[in-house]
T-cell receptor, first 111, second 115 residues
Framework: SQKIEQNSEALNIQEGKTATLTCNYTNYSPAYLQWYRQDPGRGPVFLLLIRENEKEKRKERLKVTFDTTLKQSLFHITASQPADSATYLCGLTGGGNKLTFGTGTQLKVEL | DGGITQSPKYLFRKEGQNVTLSCEQNLNHDAMYWYRQDPGQGLRLIYYSQIVNDFQKGDIAEGYSVSREKKESFPLTVTSAQKNPTAFYLC??????????????FGPGTRLTVL
């Protein structure tokens, strides 16, 4: 069956360091992979989308890589700040509009 | 100010009662979605609609119903048949036409508690 895995354990890092979150998938051929940020009690907010034929995408301090051979995406936040603390969700689209999400990884950036 | 609104933010329901959650968008998006989120879990798709007067079941549609009579509105009814309705409900919308079709814009959510 199709599966999207994100590390369920919270990631704690120090301010200024680079945070790296992982999204692995199986039995899936996604056309697009997306990352969203979710703060407690709020709806997710779209951050970045990467296509299956793209290796890397950047937006300000954010970088996403997409390796369809490894079936993995890495999400990096450079020069992390306490305000980056949130849960980050990975979502995959195989075709059409339907988006399937992973369970998310909580990031805590400490001073 | 464009966006998606959901109301109410908090909703309490007695067992055996149906309840309807509101979702409205003014983004002129064709597609709309309902998700359920439980603590420590990801978002699970309940229903989605790609066009007015049409909708499809998602992964966990049992005990829920929807309607899409207007482009901007996609209300969700949680029926008494839903065995465990206490959860955080999120509505989303997206444009049609890849790749932007797959990017979804979410509302603030409704937290439903069954007493």
């Amino acid at each position: 069956s199709q599966k999207i895995e994100q590390n369920s354990e919270a990631l704690n890092i120090q301010e200024g360091k680079t945070a790296t979150l992982t999204c692995n998938y199986t039995n899936y051929s996604p056309a697009y992979l997306q990352w969203y940020r979710q703060d407690p009690g709020r709806g997710p907010v779209f951050l970045l989308l990467i296509r299956e034929n793209e290796k890397e995408k950047r937006k300000e301090r954010l970088k996403v890589t997409f390796d369809t051979t490894l079936k993995q995406s890495l999400f990096h936040i450079t020069a992390s700040q306490p305000a980056d603390s949130a849960t980050y969700l990975c979502g995959l689209t195989g075709g059409g509009n339907k988006l399937t999400f992973g369970t998310g990884t909580q990031l805590k950036v400490e001073l | 100010d464009g966006g998606i609104t959901q109301s109410p933010k908090y909703l309490f329901r007695k067992e055996g009662q149906n309840v309807t959650l509101s979702c409205e968008q003014n983004l002129n998006h064709d597609a709309m979605y309902w998700y359920r989120q439980d603590p420590g879990q990801g978002l699970r798709l309940i229903y989605y609609s790609q066009i007015v007067n049409d909708f499809q079941k998602g992964d966990i549609a049992e005990g829920y119903s929807v309607s899409r009579e207007k482009k901007e509105s996609f209300p969700l009814t949680v029926t008494s048949a839903q065995k465990n309705p206490t959860a955080f409900y999120l509505c989303a919308s997206s444009m049609t036409g890849a790749p932007s079709a797959s990017t979804q814009y979410f509302g603030p959510g409704t937290r439903l508690t069954v007493l």
